[in-house]
């Protein structure tokens, strides 16, 4: 072990199936994935940091920082298991979770279902009170109506509350007040506030987003006390940080408090890595895929930054349309999430189809193939069945596989079923979930107007490789990335992720009559707010500050964001603001309407660490062809038949190198599958440059 002080920083990935962990030393890089444990998801990070601190060769007290993202609390969310929640609102929108917004998200199903309501109505309570938009008391708040339903709460026996008013966005003095008197008659119980969660108009998105963080809030705040705890128990005392949806990190006692905001926490992470590989190789159009063990994660990166959002959906249920999911409102790097992984099980439906997800076979008790007590054919299973997977080589040899399992499990629940060989079933499970994860690419990038075709793809995750070059035919893209350590992607962009924290509120102000003054106070309270969160986490040097505004003209039901310069407004701002709303709004529609007046109706203030620059890789002349030095039967999906693929070990190859498919390129974390359509050039910094033949 040495005793020279070096740069050791950890990130750790939960997700369904894997836990992932990657250390970078001075700048060198060790990882490994451990099955996550569900009963104590900190034991597989312990067990993990304790495995590359030893591939490393340093002790666990050198490690300076860890950064943790999780998957923990969106699978509560999908899976509903959290805490016993009751939700506490305005007399008269008790039923607004059920209600939601009246949209249907597909116009002509007579048969259409709704996502059931986080918390069910028995255990939602009303009080009497009312604030107008303007955060106006309009009805005081009725303490015997309080009192009655504190007493409610303390029989019902619940281990957590939601409290959510009408326009508490505005004045959450109300909501206040209510908490206190939680909290006076039950100390110990678990309370959240909307108006402090996501302090955003439209009333069915910010109930459901503090309802969302009350159902997670206990589980959550107890892991995170007991990993630290644990962490320091085996020597590692260095400070524990959280990656937050936004891509940004926070210390773990913010997480604890907004556990909300870490529900797109581990698929952000990923996004920020496709984003630094992205700036590396100067691509302005990226479709960062990432496929793990559990689900599917898609993102669009333009201009080298991740799409954001200020709402988003938790597993939709209906052909990734949106509205068919559970709204959050808060700010997220924006992706669409399938059910679609590794552990995704097949089976057949009434109609006689393959359909996969989104049910997985997670860790416990796993693929059929890890013989660890699962019988549902699944992903990975077809994966071995085709010949993508090495039985003997998967997770480095930590896993062995078993052919005949995997067999017997497709065959008992697909062919028996339809009629199929295991090889004809494996193959309509895998075109099942790439056709899955095609449309879900395709629908994405069409809600953002933009074609698909034109991006280049970069992936990783355990399963992303394996299924990139099937995609790209699928969508029509002629190149996919796989950057070194790829298995471990999300852990590796832990890493990378700025310290920062996005402060977003509603407040309408109409720019005919633009109270300036007012608006100022406003953004100094939420700067002030933003660099709270990230205070402890700034090296030297100023944070970057970046302010967005939320505009629409008024009579219109949706806005758009306009991106702000960080000062002061003056009596001229308006006419300043004005223009910048109509140059994004003819960019987003075409032109510009004349005669109606323009407002604001939400604001950001997000602070930041500035990024590192980052050193250009130059293209790389191509070289020679590699002859694999052995091969093995697989089968080409567009070929329709088995095919014999060269066999590379990527820590074999060197810069310039080209492999032609059908080849497969493992590693220990994953393997890249390229089709015969496909050749792979090695990149100077290792990446893996697949391009159409």
């Known amino acids: 072990m040495s005793s020279t002080p070096r740069n050791c920083r950890v990130g750790v990935d939960i997700g369904g199936t894997f836990t992932d962990i990657a250390l970078d030393i001075d700048g060198t890089l060790h990882s490994t994935k451990i099955l996550t444990d569900y009963t104590a998801p900190e034991r597989a990070i312990l067990k993990g940091v304790k495995a590359v601190a030893d591939m490393a060769g340093i002790a666990l007290s050198e490690i300076g920082i860890l950064i943790h993202g999780t998957t923990l609390a969106t699978n509560a969310l999908i899976e509903r298991r959290g805490a016993k929640t009751a939700f506490v609102t305005t007399e008269g929108f008790r039923d607004v979770l059920e209600m939601r917004t009246e949209n249907r998200f597909e116009q002509y199903d007579l048969n259409i279902s709704l996502p059931p309501a986080l918390i069910a109505r028995a255990d939602r309570f009303v009080v009497r009170e009312r604030i107008d938009a303007a955060g106006k008391v309009l009805l005081d708040l009725d303490h015997a109506s309080v009192a009655a339903v504190v007493e409610k709460v303390a029989a019902g026996g619940y281990e957590s509350v939601a409290i959510g008013f009408i326009h508490a966005y505005a004045n959450g003095a109300h909501e206040i007040a209510v908490r206190d008197a939680i909290l006076k008659r039950l100390p110990d119980l678990s309370v959240s506030i909307s108006s402090e969660v996501s302090p955003q108009m439209r009333e069915f998105e910010r109930f459901n987003t503090v309802c969302a963080n009350a159902y997670v809030k206990p589980a959550i705040k107890s892991y995170l006390d007991r990993l630290v705890v644990s962490l320091k128990d085996i020597g590692v005392g260095c400070p524990v940080f959280m990656i937050h949806s936004g891509g940004g990190i926070v210390s773990v006692d913010s997480a604890s408090e907004f556990p909300v905001r870490l529900v797109e926490s581990g698929p952000a992470g990923g996004a920020i890595f496709a984003a630094d590989i992205a700036r590396q190789y100067g691509l302005d159009t990226v479709l960062s895929f990432d496929m793990g063990g559990t689900t599917a ?165 355990g399963a992303g490789p394996l299924h990139a070059a099937r995609l790209c035919e699928k969508m029509g893209i002629s190149t996919f990335l796989v950057p070194p350590g790829a298995g471990v992607g999300s852990a590796i962009g832990f890493l990378k992720a700025p310290f920062g924290y996005e402060s977003v509120r509603s407040a309408v102000f109409n720019l005919s009559n633009f109270e300036y003054l007012e608006a100022n106070r406003l953004l100094q309270a939420m700067k002030a707010e933003a660099l709270g969160f990230v205070e402890g986490g700034l090296d030297a040097g100023s944070p970057v500050i970046e302010r967005t505004l939320f505009m629409r003209y ?37 032109r510009a309407i004349e005669g109606l007046d323009i407002e604001i109706v939400s604001w950001s203030v997000k602070a930041s660490s500035p990024l590192p620059p980052v050193e250009r890789i130059p293209s790389v002349a191509e070289g020679n062809v590699v002859q694999p030095g052995r091969t093995r039967r697989m089968f080409e999906a567009s070929q329709g038949a088995y095919l014999e693929a060269g066999i590379h070990e990527r820590t074999d190859l060197k810069s310039g190198d080209v492999i032609k498919g059908p080849a497969v390129i493992v590693e220990r974390e994953t393997s890249t599958v390229l089709t015969s359509s496909f050749k792979a050039i090695v990149q100077h910094d290792g990446c893996l440059l697949a391009t159409r033949i």
């Not at 109609?351 to 693929?367: F, N």
């Not at 080589?393 to 060989?421: C, H, K, T, Y």
């Not at 095609?438 to 992936?459: L, P």
């Not at 702000?564 to 140059?583: M, V, Y």
Request: glycine fraction near 10%; aromatic fraction near 6%; charge should be negative.
């Open 297 to 461: 994660k898609i993102c669009l990166i333009e201009n080298q930054v991740p799409k954001t959002a200020k709402t988003f959906e938790v597993a939709r249920t209906y052909r990734f349309r949106k509205g068919s999911g559970m709204p959050i409102s808060i700010p997220v790097v924006e992706m669409v999430e399938i059910g679609a992984g590794g552990g995704s099980i097949a089976s057949v439906d009434a109609m006689r189809q393959i359909r996969v997800g989104p049910h997985s076979a997670a860790s416990e008790p796993g693929p059929a193939c890890y013989q660890r007590g699962g019988k549902n054919p699944t992903v990975t299973d077809a994966d071995l069945i085709l010949g993508k997977l090495d039985p003997a080589n998967f997770a480095g040899g930590a896993i062995p596989l078993s052919v005949e399992a995997s067999r017997q499990a497709m065959s008992d629940d697909i062919g028996s079923v339809i009629g199929l060989d295991p090889e004809a079933s494996a193959y309509g499970t895998c075109e099942m979930v790439d056709e899955n994860m095609a449309n879900a690419g395709r629908v994405h990038t069409v809600e953002n107007g933009k074609n698909i075709s034109d991006f280049t793809m970069i992936t990783f995750g």
């Open 554 to 590: 008024a009579g219109q039901g949706w806005d758009i964001p306009v991106p702000l310069a960080d000062d002061n407004f003056d009596a001229a701002s308006a006419e300043t603001i004005a223009a910048l709303f109509e140059r994004e709004y003819e960019r987003f529609f075409g």
